[in-house]
């Protein structure tokens, strides 16, 4: 069956540091890998989109890799900051608007 | 973007009873996704609603427990049936507009 696996673990991480997040995915062929940040309380909100044929991403502090040979994905926030402190959650799409499968999420907490 | 409106945003229901979630789109969509988000877990598809035809239900999702209503492009309603605790969950809906997709802020449903 279909898996998308994230660190289930939250992730601990000082003010400045970069964070890195894992996302693995089985018997999957997605065409686009996503992901989405979740506060309590509210619905997730887009992050990044990278297509299968592209090697990473990137937007201001963020930083998304896709390798699918290895059928995984890393999330990067770089210079973090306690405004980070947040849910991240991968998600795959087998095409354009078809739907989204999500993976557990991770959380993020950045200490000051 | 879209931006979606959702309500209730939250409520308590004796088991038993029904309640009928809405979203409304500030622009024509053709998909709207309903997903469930139980506490403490990520978001499950429940359904795919088309204007014009019925909703396509994941597996462990059925139709007489969760109707699903699209009378146009920019709306849709998600009803839960014959409400059990096991039913208390946040419930969302989400479209896909350029890039990424949107979620409405959910519903949180406390069933006592």
């Known amino acids: 069956s279909q898996k998308i696996e994230q660190n289930s673990e939250a992730l601990n991480i000082q003010e400045g540091k970069t964070a890195t997040l894992t996302c693995n995915y089985t018997?999957?062929?997605?065409?686009?890998l996503q992901w989405y940040r979740q506060d309590p309380g509210r619905g997730p909100v887009f992050l990044l989109l990278?297509?299968?044929?592209?090697k990473e991403k990137r937007k201001e502090r963020l930083k998304v890799t896709f390798d699918t040979t290895l059928k995984q994905s890393l999330f990067h926030i770089t210079a973090s900051q306690p405004a980070d402190s947040a849910t991240y959650l991968c998600?795959?799409?087998?095409?354009?608007?078809?739907?989204?499968?999500f993976g557990g999420g991770t959380r993020v907490l950045v200490k000051p | 973007s879209a931006v979606i409106s959702q309500k209730p945003s939250r409520d308590i229901c004796q088991r038993g009873t029904s309640l009928t979630i809405q979203c409304q789109v500030d622009s024509q969509v053709t998909m709207m996704f309903w997903y469930r988000q139980q506490p403490g877990q990520s978001l499950t598809l429940i359904a795919t609603?088309?204007?014009?035809?019925?909703?396509?239900?994941e597996s462990g999702f059925v139709i007489d427990k969760f109707p699903i209503s699209r009378p146009n492009l920019t709306f849709s309603t998600l009803t839960v049936s014959n409400m059990s605790p096991e039913d208390s969950s946040i419930y969302l809906c989400?479209?896909?507009?350029?890039?990424?997709?949107?979620f409405g802020s959910g519903t949180r449903l406390t069933v006592v």
């Open positions: 998600a795959l799409d087998k095409a354009a608007g078809n739907k989204l499968t």
């Open positions: 990278i297509r299968e044929n592209e």
């Open positions: 609603a088309n204007q014009g035809s019925e909703a396509t239900y």
């Open positions: 018997n999957y062929s997605p065409a686009y």
């Open positions: 989400s479209v896909e507009k350029g890039t990424g997709y949107t």
